[in-house]
T-cell receptor, first 110, second 114 residues
Framework: EDQVTQSPEALRLQEGESSSLNCSYT??????LFWYRQDPGKGPEFLFT???AGEEKEKERLKATLTKKESFLHITAPKPEDSATYLC???????????FGTGTKLQVIP | DTEVTQTPKHLVMGMTNKKSLKCEQH?????MYWYKQKAKKPPELMFV???????INESVPSRFSPECPNSSLLNLHLHALQPEDSALYLC?????????????FGPGTRLTVT
């Protein structure tokens, strides 16, 4: 069965203090790994899709990377508006179902 | 435009009521999804529609009944719900069913069953 583990569960950063969130996965035949941001009481907002080991994608202060076993979401010089829960999800070959991790709740303090 | 809309935003219903949740997308996506999300948990897949046909039912109780009237609309009919069904119900869509296509989520309907 596909498994996705995110760490840490919660992260508190000072504004400007860079850090990384981890997503470890165990799937048979990874077809796509997705990163989402979710604000309280709202739907997840799509950030990135990564397809193969070595791939990297960037958007503003966020950079996502992928290896054969894990993905990292690097946050450079975060701002308070980056505070949210970040969800990782994986899709294995031949399936429509996406398996979500439990998320990392990020709080950025001014 | 990557917008998925959901109505209503909030719904309070009794255990004997019948209500419906509505989801709409105009991106030409051919896969649509219903998820249930409890507090501090990740979204949990309920149903998948591919080209307007139900392709996945994650063993959801029959008190939840999905319907896809056309390629842009997705409904979730609710009947005789239990208090433990209270949650955020999310709709999502993707360009195609199957691999590699990211899902775009709506804002959700906050359901409270009394």
């Amino acid at each position: 069965e596909d498994q996705v583990t995110q760490s840490p569960e919660a992260l508190r950063l000072q504004e400007g203090e860079s850090s990384s969130l981890n997503c470890s996965y165990t799937v048979s035949g990874l077809r796509g790994l997705f990163w989402y941001r979710q604000d309280p009481g709202k739907g997840p907002e799509f950030l990135f899709t990564l397809y193969s080991a070595g791939e990297e994608k960037e958007k503003e202060r966020l950079k996502a990377t992928l290896t054969k076993k894990e993905s990292f979401l690097h946050i450079t010089a975060p701002k308070p508006e980056d505070s949210a829960t970040y969800l990782c999800a994986v899709q294995a070959g031949g399936y429509q179902k996406v398996t979500f991790g439990t998320g990392t709740k990020l709080q950025v303090i001014p | 435009d990557t917008e998925v809309t959901q109505t209503p935003k909030h719904l309070v219903m009794g255990m004997t009521n019948k209500k419906s949740l509505k989801c709409e997308q105009h991106m030409g996506h051919r896969a649509m999804y219903w998820y249930k999300q409890k507090a501090k948990k990740p979204p949990e897949l309920m149903f998948v529609y591919s080209y307007e046909k139900l392709s996945i039912n994650e063993s959801v109780p029959s008190r939840f009944s999905p319907e896809c009237p056309n390629s842009s609309l997705l409904n979730l009919h609710l009947h005789a719900l239990q208090p433990e069904d209270s949650a955020l119900y999310l709709c999502a869509s993707s360009r195609q069913p199957g691999d590699n296509y990211e899902q775009y989520f709506g804002p959700g309907t906050r359901l409270t069953v009394t």
